[in-house]
């Protein structure tokens, strides 16, 4: 239980475009979903935390029209990286909270690695 | 805000030795803390975690403890094989009353068991 899937695993774009990233989880309704990025050998850095039917809330230093945040069900959130850049490229990885009282487990999804040509 | 610092950055251990690596956080009100495992180009994969109503958690082979007064909190592998090499990562959660449900990392461990 508790699995949380992303696709595309692996982007490659062109600088200007938008690339747009989907996080599921597939077998539990979150309350909340997690954005990181994780730049290599280095830890993980949180981007926004974002709950269902309300708008994302951006952590300090994130730009929040560049890296937009839909949460439309309980089930799946989308992160878009508009106008990409070469310094976007990262490894980005979203996680979910199972809904329901009590629950303080963060579940990882495999991440998406984004290459900005 | 919350910060939580990870000891050592790399550990290097012999098949069936055990593993321990450490952590400290800095706010006395955290109430949760998880450790994640992250294998090369994949996502981190909770491993074991502990509340802090509970001292000691254990799970087969792996072990966290918690020490509230003094604020840290330590992840033990026992019997360690060469697929337990891998990136370790400690986090606190910070609470709910601070308006910010978000697990702060620390930096994380390279954990390599030498066969």
């Known amino acids: 239980g508790a699995v949380v899937s992303q696709h595309p695993s692996r982007v490659i774009c062109k600088s200007g475009t938008s690339v747009k990233i989907e996080c599921r989880s597939l077998?539990?309704?979150?309350?909340?979903m997690f954005w990181y990025r994780q730049f290599p050998k280095q830890s993980l850095m949180l981007m926004a935390t974002s709950n269902e039917g309300s708008k994302a809330t951006y952590e300090q230093g994130v730009e929040k029209d560049k890296f937009l945040i839909n949460h439309a069900s309980l089930t799946l959130s989308t992160l878009t990286v508009t106008s990409a850049h070469p310094e976007d490229s990262s490894f980005y990885i979203c996680?979910?909270?199972?809904?329901?009282?009590?629950?303080?487990?963060?579940?990882f999804g495999p991440g998406t690695r984004l290459t900005v040509t | 805000g919350e910060n939580v610092e990870q000891h050592p950055s790399t550990l290097s251990v012999q098949e069936g030795d055990s593993a321990v690596i450490k952590c400290t956080y800095s706010d006395s009100a955290s109430n949760y803390f998880p450790w994640y495992k992250q294998e090369l180009g994949k996502g981190p994969q909770l491993i074991i975690d502990?509340?802090?109503?509970?001292g000691e958690k254990k799970d087969q082979r792996i072990a966290v403890t918690l020490n509230k007064t003094a604020k840290h909190f330590s992840l033990h592998i026992t019997e360690t094989q060469p697929e337990d090499s891998a990136v370790y990562f400690c986090?606190?959660?910070?609470?709910?009353?601070?308006?910010?449900?978000?697990?702060?990392f620390g930096k994380g461990t390279k954990l390599t068991v030498n066969p």
């Open positions: 996680s979910a909270t199972p809904q329901g009282r009590g629950y303080y487990e963060q579940y």
């Open positions: 077998d539990f309704q979150a309350t909340t």
């Open positions: 986090a606190a959660r910070t609470p709910f009353r601070s308006g910010s449900e978000k697990l702060v």
């Open positions: 502990i509340r802090s109503n509970v």
